[in-house]
């Protein structure tokens, strides 16, 4: 038999509080951790001048967190596909902060740029492979679009999302 307190027991990690956070425009001083966080993320790895390059060209939308030692935590580089249209590039949180709510709040904040630039949607690539970030976008609401053959360095196909700003 389970009592009340067990029944009301959360399940899984608990989500971070939004102090613990905070999201704020790339910084180039940023670089050094946007690096360590790409490489523990990603597959690929790109040279360092890509990330400013990135930056400079839609400052307003390259985001990252930082936790409260100033450590940064998540990251959104995305580029302009068309004037109505953004591309995320580049979305990564540290693992041990995943499923904590912190990837959606970036994602909201990086959406919150579209919409002040009068967008009408946002497009993004996704390993294949990678079934948790689809789910997320899914509940975020992007849409399987496309499938992108041998797309990543390795070999891997990817599949095109793409959500419609209201």
Not at 26 to 50: I, K
Not at 134 to 147: E, K, N, S
């Amino acid at each position: 038999m389970i009592d009340g307190s067990e029944a009301m027991r959360p399940v899984g990690p608990p989500f971070l509080p939004a102090n613990f956070v905070r999201i704020r425009r790339f910084q180039p001083g940023d670089l050094a951790g946007v690096l360590e966080l790409v490489n523990a993320t990603f597959r690929e790895q790109y040279d360092h001048r890509m990330y400013l390059a990135l930056a400079a060209t839609w400052p307003d939308a390259t985001l990252v967190a930082v936790d409260g030692s100033q450590r940064l935590v998540g990251i959104i580089f995305a580029s302009l596909q068309r004037e109505v249209e953004g591309r995320i590039l580049i979305f990564a949180i540290q693992p041990e902060l995943r499923n904590r709510g912190l990837g959606s709040r970036m994602l909201r904040e990086f959406l919150l740029v579209c919409l002040s630039r009068g967008m009408r949607a946002v497009t993004l690539e996704v390993r294949v492979s990678n079934e948790s970030a689809i789910r997320f976008y899914t509940r975020h609401g992007y849409r399987l679009v496309g499938h992108l053959p041998s797309f990543y360095r390795d070999g891997e196909a990817g599949y095109v999302m793409r959500k419609a700003i209201p």
